[in-house]
């Protein structure tokens, strides 16, 4: 039996944010997501538990694609994490809200691996803004934290076989 991708094309198109770094020895910097391919991006942020510093994000928002001048994107009021010493599927998902902010801090507890999932829509950006990223500041000196981000864009304005679907950066 013949295996095909179902919802990718048709539904969603996925890009990296960022692949797996230590955040502990540096901030890592999301790659930029344009938003005229879609009605919203979800990220999905998975950080291993290494470290007993606590996962912090920063959403900001662009006018370009690279360069210019990114702009925090005060928007994040609800989110979802599963927190727990080893994320093996067994978790429930847990939602946080917080007064509107491009920061989410201290999610989860120290020492855990932490699943986090932000949803924002094109039509939260500021005037004059398509392109948004997702950051992780430096988390401090306490070992090591491996964190990952990945982009899925839903709502895809034009659908297409995956082979023939648009870069999300571009």
Known sequence: MATYARNLGKYFNVSAGAVPADAVAAAITGNR????????????????????????????????????????????????????????????????????ASEITNVGAASTENLLVIEVGADQLDAGYEWVSLNVPDLGTNGTKYVAILNIVCGLHAQRAPENLAALSA
Do not use: C, M, N, R
């Open 33 to 100: 997501v344009h938003l005229d391919k879609g009605t919203s991006v979800t990220f999905v942020v998975i950080a291993s538990a290494g470290s007993t510093d606590i996962l912090d994000v920063d959403l900001q928002q662009h006018t370009v694609a690279t360069g210019g001048t990114p702009a925090d994107l005060d928007i994040v009021t609800d989110y979802w994490y599963q927190s727990e010493t080893t994320l093996d599927g067994d978790e429930v998902w847990t939602k946080a809200s917080q007064t509107a």
